[in-house]
T-cell receptor, first 114, second 113 residues
Framework: DTAVSQTPKYLVTQMGNDKSIKCEQNLGHDTMYWYKQDSKKFLKIMFSYNNKELIINETVPNRFSPKSPDKAHLNLHINSLELGDSAVYFC?????????????FGPGTRLLVL | GDSVTQMEGPVTLSEEAFLTINCTYTATGYPSLFWYVQYPGEGLQLLLKATKADDKGSNKGFEATYRKETTSFHLEKGSVQVSDSAVYFCALKLGGSNYKLTFGKGTLLTVNP
């Protein structure tokens, strides 16, 4: 069973469009994250939700809006896509407060904005 | 602010060579330290971790020791295989209510037969 899944795996779209990426985890974790990986492989956190509540919001343009309908899902909606949004977006989850607190990552969504 | 610095790649080795990837950190407080691995076209997987000074994390022949005095967490493997070719990320996480991982820039390792 896939622990953290993302859809779609690939997304090619035009500048100015609005798109969404979905993430689901079946690990029973209470915290989920979105990370962005640029073309040089640099990873940076964007958002984190704990029990459906936003707890981390890094300096991300407000065109990016996360939505957590329940603890198992954290979706990312992007308005008015720009060329610079092209990247790989990773979802992750963890269980805060345990001795592990390991973050488990999804396979990534490769976004290309033309 | 908190940061992780790891050696820039790419690193190219022959099979069975010894591997070291350096990682140092700057953090307020006492972070947990991690090494994640990203195989081509895949997401990140936890390779090993250490949560306090002098802890050694190990997995799949890889090791790293949390050195508080040198603020380092260098990754080592005695004999690399072609299948170890991947990007390796060092990361830290502060304790308490700070949930985020801060990553280094990643080091691409290529192992040739």
């Amino acid at each position: 069973d896939t622990a953290v899944s993302q859809t779609p795996k690939y997304l090619v779209t035009q500048m100015g469009n609005d798109k969404s990426i979905k993430c689901e985890q079946n690990l029973g974790h209470d915290t989920m994250y979105w990370y962005k990986q640029d073309s040089k492989k640099f990873l940076k956190i964007m958002f984190s939700y704990n029990n459906k509540e936003l707890i981390i919001n890094e300096t991300v343009p407000n065109r990016f809006s996360p939505k957590s309908p329940d603890k198992a899902h954290l979706n990312l909606h992007i308005n008015s896509l720009e060329l610079g949004d092209s990247a790989v977006y990773f979802c992750a989850s963890s269980q805060i407060g345990t001795s592990q607190e390991t973050q488990y990552f999804g396979p990534g969504t490769r976004l290309l904005v033309l | 602010g908190d940061s992780v610095t790891q050696m820039e790649g790419p690193v190219t080795l022959s099979e069975e060579a010894f591997l070291t990837i350096n990682c140092t950190y700057t953090a307020t407080g006492y972070p947990s330290l991690f090494w994640y691995v990203q195989y081509p076209g895949e997401g990140l997987q936890l390779l090993l971790k250490a949560t306090k000074a002098d802890d050694k994390g190990s997995n799949k022949g890889f090791e790293a020791t949390y050195r508080k005095e040198t603020t380092s967490f260098h990754l080592e493997k005695g004999s690399v295989q072609v299948s170890d070719s991947a990007v390796y990320f060092c990361a830290l996480k502060l304790g308490g209510s700070n949930y985020k991982l801060t990553f280094g820039k990643g080091t691409l390792l290529t192992v040739n037969p």
